[in-house]
DNA sequence: TAAAATATATAACAAATGTTATATATTTGT
DNA sequence: ACAAATATATAACATTTGTTATATATTTTA
């Protein structure tokens, strides 16, 4: 017997949502949260913060984007998501009661706010829709991660690049009227998708000469949507 | 600038540890949590939920074993945990007030037992130590997600086999004195690993001649975990 | 701005994995 | 216990991916 669940947003299945975060609050509610706020500026290369640290708060990215990641237990860098305007992030460790389980370093300069430990504890005392609101996130992105699982389990190169081209299309420029491009370093595309940087340079090569991407320095711009949607034999939207 | 962190067990790694869940609770408090359980068979192959169904409340099993896995956009299914004796489950969507996102199959006639929904939110209220762990496990599960998608993504298909037989043991007989072996279909085993059945096979066979490991009928017995974890490159324990 | 360091592109070859096909073994249902 | 259905084993070949090597482009630093 075979289920089949209504499709939901395809981009939802992959994506944490966590920028929505703060939204759907009242006024008084969003005004709380935006008052415990402190605006820093990260370094480029520089870690929010990192496995087995100990969690001080969480941040909402406000320009910028930042990876998150874990190393494999042979040290390699594993990229599982690619944060960017309006994502909040480092609130498992902070809620679960115990160490980062993950890293995240800023791929540029970032501007971010962040809640101190206790502020945002407090918050969640204090605002029952928010915490109620992190809590599905969380299972949300439970979700996510079975997702992730099953495409880098499934799926050959080819399909993974299609998607996750499309998938950092749709959350990087999330909030930016012009096309910007997909602007990643080749090993983090690399390490994102599950792959090597030579292996990874050869697919964007086949894709290049399909005709479905452009390239300009290391910016990749999508130009035939269809086609890689065909890549992944996936019909979107 | 690398950090290094120091390695916990090796298996807490990619276990969800949902088995731990009732453990440390007071006398009242265990006796409450016992109090609501409802004793249940369920047939091999039948569902305990599905993706996008009510959650309708938890299960522990008693006996038994039962994979929980998601399918992928293409419809193919993607194991992600195999669950057995006292492991806990189905409170991600409860808690987030959300549909089931992956489904569960017992994968041979098993004994849970239930606790429905409305007595589970309420224990949750009424035992704050409990709600405290289920968040706590959470996170941890969350961080055991993200290590699976560095396994998949970065380790070939020998390296899988040999990490998720030596999972697999170590979780499968856990209460179990005697060897029972692993006890899988091959399309299943296949599955976790994310491979095909027939490449499956050529690992096995592999893998015996290098003496491993031993078959008996579907049975895999671990014959020589030292070699197995060279296969990982990884030292265990 | 020039030199050095880092990042990217590409090709050739090796190795791993996917796929198709066929034979045999085991389990299930009557 | 038997037939039918399902699961497993294995081989040959195709395709994909990993690896090594080298050249070029871009960015960083002095």
Redesign the pocket.
């Known amino acids: 017997m075979l289920y089949i669940c209504y499709m939901k947003d395809f981009f939802a299945q992959f994506d944490f949502q966590s920028n929505l975060l703060f939204e759907n609050l009242s006024e008084p509610d969003k005004q709380a949260v935006e008052n415990v706020m402190e605006s820093l500026v990260v370094k480029?290369g520089s870690m929010l913060f990192f496995e087995c640290g100990i969690p001080t708060g969480i941040y909402q990215i406000k320009k910028g984007k930042a990876k998150k990641f874990k190393r494999g237990f042979s040290g390699e860098e594993q990229i599982f998501y690619i944060y960017t305007t309006d994502d909040v992030l480092g609130y498992h460790a902070l809620l679960g009661q115990e160490r980062y389980q993950d890293s995240c370093e800023a791929l540029e300069d970032l501007t971010v706010n962040f809640i101190a430990r206790e502020d945002f504890l407090r918050l969640l005392n204090e605002i029952p829709a928010l915490q109620q609101k992190l809590i599905k996130n969380i299972a949300h992105e439970f979700g996510v991660l079975a997702n992730i699982i099953a495409v880098l389990a499934q799926?050959?190169?080819?399909?993974?690049l299609a998607l996750f081209l499309l998938l950092l299309e749709n959350r990087l420029n999330r909030n930016s009227p012009t096309l910007k491009g997909i602007d990643?370093?080749?090993?983090?595309l690399a390490n994102l998708i599950?792959?090597?940087?030579?292996?990874?340079?050869?697919?964007?090569?086949q894709f290049?000469e399909l005709g479905c991407i452009e390239?300009?320095?290391?910016n990749i711009y999508i130009k035939d949507k269809k086609q890689l949607e065909q890549l992944l034999q996936v019909k979107i939207d």
């Open positions: 480029k799926k050959n190169q080819n399909s993974r990643l370093t080749r090993d983090d599950g792959t090597s940087q030579e292996s990874l340079g050869r697919s964007l090569k290049k390239i300009d320095k290391r």
